[in-house]
């Protein structure tokens, strides 16, 4: 790719936009145009093949049939799997971020397979769902602030030994396992099951993959007064319950 | 068909008797009007209730996730044309609520029901109605609600084999999917702008495909039946293809197509669709939606919008630029507590209005606009927020709770 554009591919949102997943799809298109990128956004429907030239997908939440629907479309497409191998990053969120991995237990009760790009995978929980803000401590290789987001699923995700979790959770339960992670990563794909939209909650996840997709280290700064008030209502609203 | 052939057993009297005591407790308490307490109260002395009340009445329910406030108005105004109505106007949609509205109006010969989406199958099973009518589902508080299509599904279930006739949206897939397990449905093209949570077919999965106004399922066959009523505009179509004018006090295209199906419920009770649309005219402001305040010597136009589809269809009947824009947004357990949703709607479609936010949540709101790329101030309250606004009517668009608010801020 050029250093000036940005293929954004925004994957099967007639199936997995349930949670204001498009969200996550502006923010990233609003602050890599900020920095001057020519960002082409592609809404690629289930129907039709993904491309495999995208630099960054984005796949988001949804009811139980649509993620049994959508993890059977990508694996016969196989177009998201070669656009990772050659390097692309991914970023998935609740129903998509279980398709990333091996399987999830899918509406029928039945296990479907997921597309391998996570080492994780997925069942679903016996206890209540859960719903409701969580605060976390990301990652430190990724070097990110305090995550911050809202939850809302049965699925419990198992993190196996390929991926590290992308947080540790201080309130919410994150993955459901009670070991206190939430999300996971490697390379350059990344899961998670945050909304909130969660970029618009941690726009700094966002500026993230648009670095890994320029590689570069650093992007010029934007004015982050709405998202940095947000943060600090969220994370104040989190830790302290009313 | 009409009035009370038979008698309350003596129990269900005791029933209804304690269920206004109660609502009078409840309402000198100061807790609000009262009919959802009644209802429990008397729901509790006799769990039949609410069947033997609806017994004696030709019932309409009235279902969907936008506009059943409003079109149980505009049916119970227009079926007042034969006689009377009881209905529970308040929105009080729940069985309690409906038990309560119904023990309200022992001589009626009409029964015009709205119910929450959740219970209508249970309520159709209780109370044997005569019409159905459904208007559209979509998104809606998915933290605590079923998903869009298991109501559907259930739906489905529920009225299979009901004896009712159906009068549905033949535009919203997830309605028709819904629906057409029952034998007798009548289709009204009533429109739906929102179309995002039915991009996938209900019956089989498959990507609908939307070209114009139609749609269908390649896939499977399931598509989009063939309507007998239709909104068309200002008119009504009716099923001889004569076109009646709608004159509404409340705005907009959404109740406009209220009134269309309004129109259809109506003639199956006999009611001609002039004498329904001429009476419809009387229905105005529904617990305080539409209604135009003054406050602080300004013109405020009060908005509710309780998720996208709200949402979308509030912003096409607005003043256009530069009319002021006020927009309040809470996540109480009411609302939903997860503002996801604001990403579905398109805020960009109010470039060029001054807009000020406010609610619970305006830093949700500041950021959702922001990344839009509309100009907006974030305002301490309604008042501060009025004081801010350009001249010109105002338009206050507020999700549930935060209409609430804004109602009371405003003295409505």
């Excluded at chain 1, 959508?70 to 129903?95: K, P």
């Excluded at chain 2, 109506?266 to 305040?293: I, N, S």
Aim: proline share 5%; hydrophobic share 40%.
């Amino acid at each position: 790719m050029s250093d000036t554009s940005l293929r954004l591919v925004w994957v099967y949102p007639d199936l997995l936009s349930t949670y204001g997943d498009q969200g996550n799809a502006l923010v990233v298109e609003r602050r890599a145009r900020q920095r001057g990128l020519d960002v082409q956004r592609l809404d690629v429907r289930s129907d039709q093949p993904i491309p495999t030239s995208g630099d960054i997908y984005l796949i988001g939440g949804g009811e139980d049939r649509p993620q049994r629907l959508a993890a059977e479309r990508l694996l016969r497409d196989g177009g998201l799997n070669r656009a990772v191998d050659n390097g692309a990053i991914v970023f998935a969120v609740c129903a998509g971020y279980q398709i990333m991995g091996h399987e999830f237990v899918n509406d029928l009760g039945e296990r479907s397979a997921g597309l391998g790009l996570l080492d994780v995978t997925s069942s679903r929980g016996e206890a209540a769902r859960c719903v409701g803000d969580v605060l976390g401590d990301a990652d430190e290789y990724l070097g990110l602030p305090q995550l911050t987001g809202f939850e809302n699923h049965q699925g419990i995700t198992h993190l196996g030994p390929g991926v590290r979790p992308l947080a540790r959770v201080r309130l919410g339960n994150g993955n459901g396992t009670g070991d206190g992670t939430e999300g996971a990563w490697r390379d350059t794909v990344f899961g998670t099951y945050l909304h909130g939209p969660v970029l618009a909650r941690n726009p700094l996840i966002a500026d993230m993959l648009i670095k890994l997709s320029l590689d570069v280290n650093a992007l010029t700064p934007v004015d982050d007064t709405w998202y940095d008030a947000l943060r600090q209502e969220r994370i104040a609203a989190a830790t302290q319950p009313a | 068909m009409s009035g009370n052939a038979e008698p309350l057993s003596p129990r269900s009297k005791l029933a209804v008797t304690a269920g206004k005591a109660a609502a009078a407790v409840s309402r000198a308490a100061g807790r609000g009007s009262g009919s959802v307490i009644g209802g429990k109260v008397a729901l509790r002395l006799d769990p039949d209730l609410l069947q033997r009340l609806a017994q004696h009445l030709d019932v309409v329910l009235v279902s969907a996730t936008n506009g059943k406030t409003t079109t149980t108005r505009l049916i119970a105004e227009a079926l007042r044309a034969n006689g009377e109505v009881v209905s529970n106007a308040l929105g009080a949609n729940m069985p309690a609520g409906i038990t309560s509205a119904l023990a309200g109006g022992s001589s009626a010969r009409y029964g015009v029901i709205e119910v929450d989406e959740k219970y209508l199958s249970g309520v159709a099973r209780d109370v044997t109605p005569k019409a159905i009518a459904l208007l559209n589902l979509s998104r809606d508080q998915l933290d605590r609600a079923a998903e869009t299509r298991m109501l559907a599904e259930r739906w489905r279930e529920g009225l299979s084999g009901q004896k009712a006739v159906i009068v549905a949206n033949a535009d919203d897939p997830l309605v028709v999917w819904a629906a057409s397990s029952s034998p007798n449905v009548v289709w009204v093209a009533a429109g739906q702008e929102w179309k995002d949570d039915a991009w996938s077919c209900p019956a089989c999965g498959g990507v609908m495909q939307r070209p114009g106004d139609d749609w269908f399922c390649a896939e499977c066959g399931f598509r989009r039946p063939t309507p007998t009523w239709a909104l068309s505009g200002d008119h009504v179509l009716d099923p001889h293809g004569s076109a009646w004018p709608i004159h509404l006090q409340l705005p907009g295209r959404a109740n406009r197509a209220n009134a269309a199906t309004s129109a259809a419920v109506a003639a199956a009770f006999g009611v001609p669709p002039q004498t329904a649309l001429e009476r419809m005219y009387a229905v105005k402001a529904v617990a305080g939606r539409y209604d135009v305040v003054r406050y602080q010597d300004r013109d405020i136009r009060l908005l509710l919008a309780k998720n996208p589809a709200g949402w979308l269809e509030t912003f096409s009947l607005i003043d256009p630029p530069p009319a002021p824009v006020i927009l309040s947004v809470n996540a109480r357990s009411a609302d939903g507590t997860d503002t996801s949703w604001l990403w579905d709607v398109d805020y960009g479609r109010l470039a060029g209005h001054p807009i000020c936010v406010i609610g619970d949540r305006k830093l949700d709101l500041a950021v959702r606009l922001e990344v839009a790329g509309v100009q907006f101030q974030v305002c301490e309250d309604a008042a501060d927020a009025v004081r801010r606004c350009p001249p010109g009517r105002i338009e206050a668009i507020a999700n549930y709770t935060a209409f609430q608010d804004l109602r009371r801020a405003v003295g409505n």
